[in-house]
């Protein structure tokens, strides 16, 4: 008697433990797809209030001028923002120190003796910033859209934003006494805690590595797709839904996620994000390198990257697609001779050579 009781005891223990990584109900869902197709958003409401508040985009100034002086008339070492007017220029530097350090102020970039002087790295970062940012916004509209960005999608109040990450040191991903872990098989924080590959962005967000589960021939002789690469993918595929909050099936149908004609539109969108992250880490991140202080990098001395999740901080749209570009024109512009690095064609192809690993 007393044993059985003991028993029950043991198992809820047991069940309740089990259950205590979980989320509790009620949970709401919602159909984006034929009935009956399984196309249906799961979300948890308690979590959804707690992104209202970071995504709400701070209130825009009444708008500057765009008459009068140009900046690079009005000031002595204007590189990137000579063609703007001056009362949007100063605007735009107020903006910019509310969005990446309110708390620094303009000395955060400046030297407050001459504004001219370059001898502050972060001005240097922020010259790129925001020629990477008119990149993005002016070609990269197959994923951005007219939404666009600005510097607070990614940075939000802080110099460094939030979601960043780095290559991890080769040493780190090899053997321990346990045997080779081959970068996985520890719960990795980007592939929500599972034991997929811990690093699945390096391959794919800066390398350019296929995205493949499926091999495409049948025979493996130069068909590189195997268990274990396709852990890879489903890393980033992991990594991808967390940073947007949402499910597999907001861009698949589960009944066949390879194909293309029965996912939703969302996929093609994610499709134009992969290769814009990749784009804007190699042409901008990547020759920032040697102008960051070593405590701004990586064990390995790498530059810190982007990622879905730098943009998108939990939500299918960063700031639920508040189009705050609108308000600061100066960052959607491509004013004069900016590189231009043409997004690439709308149809996915399938690329076999060279998988990870
Ligand atoms: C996040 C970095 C950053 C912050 C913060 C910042 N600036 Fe700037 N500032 C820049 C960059 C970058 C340039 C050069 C732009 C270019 O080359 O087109 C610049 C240039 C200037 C210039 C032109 C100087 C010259 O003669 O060449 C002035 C004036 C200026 N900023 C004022 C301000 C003021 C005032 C603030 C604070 C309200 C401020 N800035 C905050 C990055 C910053
Ligand atoms: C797509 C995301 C993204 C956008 C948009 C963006 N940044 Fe950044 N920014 C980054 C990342 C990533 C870093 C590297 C973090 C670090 O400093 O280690 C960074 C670093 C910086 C730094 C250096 C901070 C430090 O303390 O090392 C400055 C300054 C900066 N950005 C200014 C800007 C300005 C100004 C804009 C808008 C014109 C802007 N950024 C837009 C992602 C972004
Ligand atoms: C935000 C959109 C998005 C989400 C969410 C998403 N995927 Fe994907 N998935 C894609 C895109 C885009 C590709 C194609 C990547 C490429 O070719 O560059 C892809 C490719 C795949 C493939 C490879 C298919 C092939 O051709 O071999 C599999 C498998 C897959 N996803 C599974 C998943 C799983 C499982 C989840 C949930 C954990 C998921 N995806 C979440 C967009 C998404
Ligand atoms: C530079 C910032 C930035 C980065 C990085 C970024 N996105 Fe986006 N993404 C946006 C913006 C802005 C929109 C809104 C576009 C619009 O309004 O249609 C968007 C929209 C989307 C949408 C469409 C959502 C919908 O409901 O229509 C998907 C899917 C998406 N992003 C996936 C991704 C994935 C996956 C990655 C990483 C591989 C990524 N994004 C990286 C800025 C970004």
């Known amino acids: 008697m007393n044993r059985r009781i003991l028993k029950t005891a043991a198992l809820l223990l047991l069940g309740g433990t089990l259950l205590a990584g979980c989320e509790r109900p009620p949970m709401e869902s919602v159909q984006h797809g034929f009935r009956g197709t399984g196309m249906v958003e799961v979300y948890n409401p308690r979590q959804l209030a707690k992104q209202d508040a970071l995504n709400t985009a701070p209130a825009a100034p009444p708008p500057a001028s765009a008459d009068g002086p140009r900046a690079k008339d009005s000031f002595q070492n204007v590189k ?44 240097t970062v ?89 091999g495409p021939t049948a025979l493996p ?11 890879w993918t489903y890393g980033l595929m992991t990594h991808m839904s967390n940073s947007l909050g949402v499910n597999c099936t907001y861009c698949h149908n589960t009944r066949a996620f390879q194909n293309w004609e029965t996912s939703p539109p969302q996929r093609m969108t994610a499709y134009h994000g992969i290769r814009m992250s990749r784009d804007v880490n190699n042409a901008y991140m990547v020759p920032l390198t040697g102008t960051f202080p070593p405590e701004r990098k990586g064990a390995g001395g790498d530059v810190a990257k982007i990622s879905c999740a730098t943009c998108h901080q939990g939500a299918y749209k960063p700031l639920y697609g508040f189009p705050m570009l609108k308000s600061y024109p100066e960052l959607a512009a491509i004013v004069g001779a900016e590189t231009a690095t043409a997004a690439p064609a709308t149809t996915p192809v399938v690329a076999s050579a060279g998988a990870v690993k």
Not at 95 to 108: D, F, I, L, N, R
Not at 169 to 178: G, I, N, P, R, W
Not at 224 to 231: L, M, N, T
């Open 221 to 231: 002789s130069g068909n590189r797709a195997s268990v274990k690469q396709a852990e």
């Open 126 to 214: 922020a010259r790129k910033m925001i020629e990477m940012t008119r990149h993005i916004n002016g070609n990269w509209q197959s994923h951005v859209a007219n939404t666009g960005v600005t510097c607070y999608t990614c940075h939000r109040g802080n110099p460094v934003p939030q979601q960043v990450w780095f290559t991890p040191k080769e040493q780190d991903k090899k053997a321990d006494f346990l045997g080779d872990l081959a970068g996985q098989n520890q719960p990795g924080k980007l592939v929500g805690l599972s034991s997929l590959p811990t690093d699945p962005l390096t391959p794919f967000l800066l390398e350019d590595k296929p995205i493949r589960v499926n």
């Open 80 to 123: 990137v923002l000579g063609d703007v007017s001056s009362a949007q220029f100063i605007g735009l530097m107020t903006a910019m120190t509310a969005w990446v350090s309110p708390k620094e102020g303009c000395a955060y970039c400046h030297n407050p003796q001459n504004f001219a002087d370059d001898s502050k790295y972060t001005k």
